[in-house]
């Protein structure tokens, strides 16, 4: 890349390459029992944090993440270093008994595990709380409700920490011992401006999937094909994985690729197994990246710096995708830019990406600012009253809320979910079913209306008949990632006997793989007296993407497999029987298959 001489060189940050502030947190932290570490990316969080967690006695280890992705990777290092691992987000459950380890979501932990007593928490990639407020109540009620022993929060860039901690002491009813540091084990360099035709081993940010495709078809146009020997390995890759998603194969075979919520599983995976094996050097994203997916990469780069909706960035999410550049290891030096050529065609709100790129250095970090929203299911359970949840919110938010205009929305939420969205969902279902079919054309037309008339309400009177089971199982149903409208509608339909595969489609075939996932999550935590016909949704999940119930899941337990057979109605000796003899016979294949291949290397004839 052309070096030049950096308007920004006042906020470069030099590294500390020898550790030394991993050491002295570790000393200061080893006899705390609750921690907040503040610390940049790049830093060396991730061994400071293991260290203190041995030193807790509290087993399990549960670590929680923001996204899915972030727990398979955890999971996948832990498994590397030779620990036993469980691997817990919604679509995947492999919890091994007596495990060092569980790698979970944080809605899992939230949800499954917070009642447990003598464990260690560590909630990684804290400040995700502050960026995506509608996913912030989960955390709140895990700081709140949490039984662990020991708790560490961790993060990159917290802004004031005693604001922060004296927030967190209030929550957890805890006292936590706050750690920060500004040091990183490698330097960080701010640039400016960039030619995409310089672009290599970078993040790219933007805030779109549009935007993605855009930056992609600009670099994939300046780019070379690789080299035969690397195209070979890609291909091979592709067909382990089983991938046939022809813009991802054309734009790896340049060495550049997007990363987004939209690829399926198995295309993530691809993608980080090239980029791990240096057939890509650049990847293209949103402000995910900033949650710590493993990329390691020497430049970052940002096509944009507001939002189309939210306007410019904050400067906490920007030194969160900012710190991505350098990796011990990989580059001793990071470097930040801003590309005026991607900023052109991405939405940047009429902002000025030059102009912004120097504001933004120049702000302070913001302070944190919380607002909660209700959860719902809590009330319907009467774990809490619609008066102690407002009263909640208005506690624990960070922002001023009012306690009566809450209790009057929440209290507007329960009464439509207990007095009008069944029958209104019953005259929806009504309309559909018959509309203005004419069913009787032998009759007058008085006498259709008549007839139709009497149908219709013969067939409402014996939807409403199931009122009294719908307000009875509600609560046990709810599902806290769904609106109460998506709720209440699913629920109706189930309850109605509207047909499973009518109910899939409408629900969990949109055409969105995620989707797809969500209502599995949904099907799971359902009772079993609603979910028959509904677990078909494995089936047609498999048949786009296996990995995404498979993988990571090693073996699984007896229990697991009846749990799985009773969903699908096919609890039965001979069922169980065969999943086990099934397992055993793709554990001799792999033993044979392990056997050939040191055969093939050292050239014996006895396999």
């Given at each position: 890349?052309?070096?030049?001489?950096?308007?920004?060189?006042?906020?470069?940050?030099?590294?500390?390459?020898?550790?030394?502030?991993?050491?002295?947190?570790?000393?200061?932290?080893?006899?705390?029992?609750?921690?907040?570490?503040?610390?940049?990316?790049?830093?060396g969080k991730t061994k400071v944090f293991l260290e203190w967690a041995h030193t807790q006695q509290g087993k399990p280890?549960?670590?929680?993440?923001?996204?899915?992705?972030?727990?398979?990777?955890?999971?996948?290092?832990?498994?590397?270093?030779?620990?036993?691992?469980?691997?817990?987000?919604?679509?995947?459950?492999?919890?091994?008994?007596?495990?060092?380890?569980?790698?979970?979501?944080?809605?899992?932990?939230?949800?499954?595990?917070?009642?447990?007593?003598?464990?260690?928490?560590?909630?990684?990639?804290?400040?995700?709380?502050?960026?995506?407020?509608?996913?912030?109540?989960?955390?709140?009620?895990?700081?709140?409700?949490?039984?662990?022993?020991?708790?560490?929060?961790?993060?990159?860039?917290?802004?004031?920490?005693?604001?922060?901690?004296?927030?967190?002491?209030?929550?957890?009813?805890?006292?936590?011992?706050?750690?920060?540091?500004?040091?990183?084990?490698?330097?960080?360099?701010?640039?400016?401006?960039?030619?995409?035709?310089?672009?290599?081993?970078?993040?790219?940010?933007?805030?779109?999937?549009?935007?993605?495709?855009?930056?992609?078809?600009?670099?994939?146009?300046?780019?070379?094909?690789?080299?035969?020997?690397?195209?070979?390995?890609?291909?091979?890759?592709?067909?382990?994985?089983?991938?046939?998603?022809?813009?991802?194969?054309?734009?790896?075979?340049?060495?550049?690729?997007?990363?987004?919520?939209?690829?399926?599983?198995?295309?993530?995976?691809?993608?980080e197994k090239c980029f791990e094996k240096g057939m890509i050097d650049t990847v293209v994203g949103t402000d995910a990246?900033?949650?710590?997916?493993?990329?390691?990469?020497?430049?970052?780069?940002?096509?944009?710096?507001?939002?189309?909706?939210?306007?410019?960035?904050?400067?906490?999410?920007?030194?969160?995708?900012?710190?991505?550049?350098?990796?011990?290891?990989?580059?001793?030096?990071?470097?930040?830019?801003?590309?005026?050529?991607?900023?052109?065609?991405?939405?940047?709100?009429?902002?000025?990406?030059?102009?912004?790129?120097?504001?933004?250095?120049?702000?302070?970090?913001?302070?944190?600012?919380?607002?909660?929203?209700?959860?719902?299911k809590n009330i319907l359970l009467d774990r809490r009253t619609i008066g102690e949840e407002a009263e909640f919110i208005?506690?624990?938010?960070?922002?001023?809320?009012?306690?009566?205009?809450?209790?009057?929305?929440?209290?507007?939420?329960?009464?439509?979910?207990?007095?009008?969205?069944?029958?209104?969902?019953?005259?929806?279902?009504?309309?559909?079913?018959?509309?203005?079919?004419?069913?009787?054309?032998?009759?007058?037309?008085?006498?259709?209306?008549?007839?139709?008339?009497?149908?219709?309400?013969?067939?409402?009177?014996?939807?409403?008949?199931?009122?009294?089971?719908?307000?009875?199982?509600?609560?046990?149903?709810?599902?806290?990632?769904?609106?109460?409208?998506?709720?209440?509608?699913?629920?109706?339909?189930?309850?109605?006997?509207?047909?499973?595969?009518?109910?899939?489609?409408?629900?969990?075939?949109?055409?969105?793989?995620?989707?797809?996932?969500?209502?599995?999550?949904?099907?799971?935590?359902?009772?079993?007296?609603?979910?028959?016909?509904?677990?078909?949704?494995?089936?047609?999940?498999?048949?786009?993407?296996?990995?995404?119930?498979?993988?990571?899941?090693?073996?699984?337990?007896?229990?697991?497999?009846?749990?799985?057979?009773?969903?699908?109605?096919?609890?039965?000796?001979?069922?169980?029987?065969?999943?086990?003899?099934?397992?055993?016979?793709?554990?001799?294949?792999?033993?044979?298959?392990?056997?050939?291949?040191?055969?093939?290397?050292?050239?014996?004839?006895?396999?």
């Amino acid at each position: 890349m052309e070096t030049k001489v950096s308007e920004y060189t006042k906020y470069n940050k030099i590294g500390d390459s020898d550790f030394s502030w991993q050491k002295d947190c570790i000393e200061s932290i080893r006899n705390q029992q609750n921690v907040i570490l503040s610390s940049p990316t790049g830093s060396g969080k991730t061994k400071v944090f293991l260290e203190w967690a041995h030193t807790q006695q509290g087993k399990p280890i549960i670590i929680t993440a923001p996204i899915k992705a972030l727990s398979n990777q955890r999971y996948r290092e832990l498994l590397d270093a030779g620990y036993t691992v469980g691997l817990e987000t919604g679509d995947i459950k492999n919890v091994p008994n007596n495990c060092d380890f569980i790698c979970c979501t944080q809605e899992i932990y939230t949800n499954k595990y917070s009642e447990l007593e003598n464990v260690t928490l560590i909630m990684d990639e804290f400040h995700y709380i502050f960026e995506n407020p509608s996913r912030s109540r989960t955390y709140i009620d895990a700081l709140h409700d949490s039984k662990a022993k020991n708790v560490l929060l961790c993060s990159a860039t917290l802004g004031d920490m005693s604001k922060l901690t004296e927030y967190v002491n209030r929550v957890s009813e805890r006292d936590f011992f706050a750690y920060e540091n500004d040091s990183r084990l490698t330097s960080l360099f701010y640039e400016g401006d960039i030619n995409p035709s310089d672009i290599r081993n970078s993040l790219i940010v933007t805030f779109s999937r549009r935007n993605i495709k855009n930056i992609l078809y600009s670099l994939y146009l300046s780019r070379k094909m690789q080299d035969n020997e690397t195209l070979e390995e890609i291909e091979r890759l592709a067909e382990e994985d089983k991938i046939d998603n022809y813009e991802v194969m054309n734009n790896v075979r340049k060495g550049i690729s997007g990363y987004h919520g939209a690829l399926l599983p198995k295309e993530k995976l691809f993608i980080e197994k090239c980029f791990e094996k240096g057939m890509i050097d650049t990847v293209v994203g949103t402000d995910a990246l900033a949650l710590g997916v493993n990329f390691p990469v020497k430049n970052v780069v940002f096509a944009q710096l507001a939002k189309y909706y939210e306007g410019p960035i904050s400067k906490n999410l920007f030194e969160q995708l900012a710190g991505r550049a350098g990796r011990k290891g990989f580059f001793d030096e990071g470097h930040v830019y801003y590309c005026s050529d991607f900023a052109e065609f991405c939405e940047s709100c009429k902002y000025d990406t030059q102009d912004l790129f120097g504001k933004i250095l120049e702000q302070s970090n913001e302070d944190i600012s919380i607002s909660l929203t209700p959860n719902i299911k809590n009330i319907l359970l009467d774990r809490r009253t619609i008066g102690e949840e407002a009263e909640f919110i208005s506690r624990f938010s960070t922002i001023e809320v009012d306690v009566d205009k809450t209790f009057g929305h929440i209290s507007d939420i329960i009464d439509y979910i207990k007095n009008r969205a069944f029958e209104n969902k019953v005259d929806r279902l009504v309309c559909e079913r018959f509309g203005d079919d004419d069913y009787y054309d032998s009759y007058t037309e008085d006498e259709q209306l008549n007839e139709n008339f009497e149908k219709k309400e013969i067939y409402r009177q014996k939807l409403l008949d199931r009122k009294e089971e719908f307000l009875q199982n509600i609560a046990r149903v709810y599902f806290d990632e769904y609106s109460p409208k998506r709720n209440c509608e699913i629920f109706t339909e189930i309850l109605c006997g509207i047909e499973p595969e009518e109910v899939l489609q409408k629900y969990g075939m949109s055409g969105n793989f995620n989707d797809m996932l969500q209502f599995r999550k949904y099907v799971k935590s359902l009772p079993k007296t609603y979910r028959k016909g509904l677990t078909k949704i494995n089936d047609k999940i498999r048949e786009i993407d296996e990995t995404a119930i498979d993988g990571f899941r090693g073996s699984v337990s007896v229990e697991e497999i009846i749990e799985e057979l009773e969903q699908e109605g096919k609890l039965d000796v001979k069922s169980v029987m065969q999943v086990l003899k099934d397992q055993e016979d793709m554990k001799r294949m792999n033993e044979r298959s392990e056997k050939l291949k040191i055969a093939e290397e050292y050239e014996l004839e006895d396999y």
